[in-house]
């Protein structure tokens, strides 16, 4: 792996109330000097310098220069640079192209968690990042998700037996405490709980429940499904009560409560049937993660990458307080 030239160059990172914003100080020649290369991809000091600088700036003063964060920061931020730019590369000879569509789209979804287009601004700009440069790191992820459906696309699912298999060596991370089989009522006020609770004495509880409940499952019959013993104090009522047992009216920050025991379970395992669909996904996860990491570290071993590790070692943390 060939070095470069070691040269100093410092991240300066600023301090305003709880927002830290990274930028770079060095001279124009040595901000174009190449830390990085992959194939014909390079990371320049400067790009180095404010990636490593918007990573750090989550700590505190004294944390974004332990030693220790700094290096864990660096090879992170290669890591993620060598990921993208074997993507790009891998994306040019199979023609996989994110559309302009599928950005939008992905930008707008993102924006929509915001309540207005200047707090989305605003938060780009507490992160140190332009607008363009955040919708380049957005291509940039969507394409990598892109090559990693590609590359996965042809992993089988597990086996029956694998599926069994995890499941008896890890039986106990499905045990279960005391449960009961749960519906709901909820009302916003105390004289419409107790007309209710009058009303339930000669109708089912789930008709009742999708008329008069200001709940969510409302549309389901108030019907909340299992509740394990010890997940919300007020639930916990419900297990002094038999099966087909309604409750009294109870009181909590969201309204009157009345309850509705179906069924109830004691402590134990949950079934091979209950957890089948996660074991699935988890063990789909492990193979295309498997696949993906075999491949990629098949594009490295191909590719041309150099690191000019003095350089990059050379890259210090400053912080300083705005006054």
């Given at each position: ?18 927002t830290i914003l990274g930028c770079t100080n060095p001279s124009s ?200 013993k010890g997940t919300v104090d007020i639930f916990d009522k419900a ?83 705005v006054k």
């Open positions: 792996m060939r070095t470069f030239v070691q040269s100093p160059i410092q991240v300066g990172l600023f301090i305003f109330l709880a020649q040595l901000a174009q000097r190449t830390l990085v290369q992959v194939n014909e991809q390079t990371l320049t000091a400067k790009e180095f310098a404010n990636r490593l600088a918007r990573k750090l700036k989550a700590y505190d003063s004294l944390a974004a220069k332990d030693p220790n964060n700094v290096i864990r920061a660096k090879e992170e931020i290669i890591r993620a640079f060598i990921l993208q730019a074997l993507a790009i590369d891998y994306a040019k000879k199979e023609k996989i192209e994110v559309t302009d569509k599928a950005l939008e789209d992905e930008v707008n979804s993102f924006r929509s968690s915001y309540p207005d287009d200047l707090s989305f601004r605003r938060a780009l700009a507490e992160e140190g990042i332009s607008l363009a440069d955040w919708k380049d790191e957005m291509k940039a992820h969507l394409l990598e998700r892109m090559i990693f459906k590609k590359i996965t696309s042809g992993v089988e699912g597990p086996k029956p037996n694998e599926i069994e298999r995890y499941y008896q060596e890890n039986k106990e991370r499905y045990r279960l405490k005391e449960r009961v089989y749960l519906r709901q009522i909820i009302t916003d006020e105390l004289s419409k709980a107790e007309a209710i609770r009058d009303e339930l004495k000669k109708k089912d509880f789930a008709e009742v429940a999708k008329k008069s409940s200001v709940s969510p499952e409302a549309k389901a019959g108030g019907l909340i499904g299992w509740m394990e297990f002094l009560l038999p099966v087909g047992g309604v409750s009294g009216i109870l009181e909590s920050p969201y309204g009157f409560h009345i309850f509705k025991v179906e069924r109830k379970a004691p402590p134990g395992f949950a079934s091979l049937e209950e957890v089948r669909p996660q074991i699935v996904q988890f063990l789909m996860g492990k193979k295309e993660q498997a696949l993906f990491a075999s491949w990629l570290d098949a594009q490295i071993r191909s590719a041309r990458v150099l690191r000019d590790q003095s350089m990059i070692n050379s890259v210090t943390v400053e912080t300083r307080g």
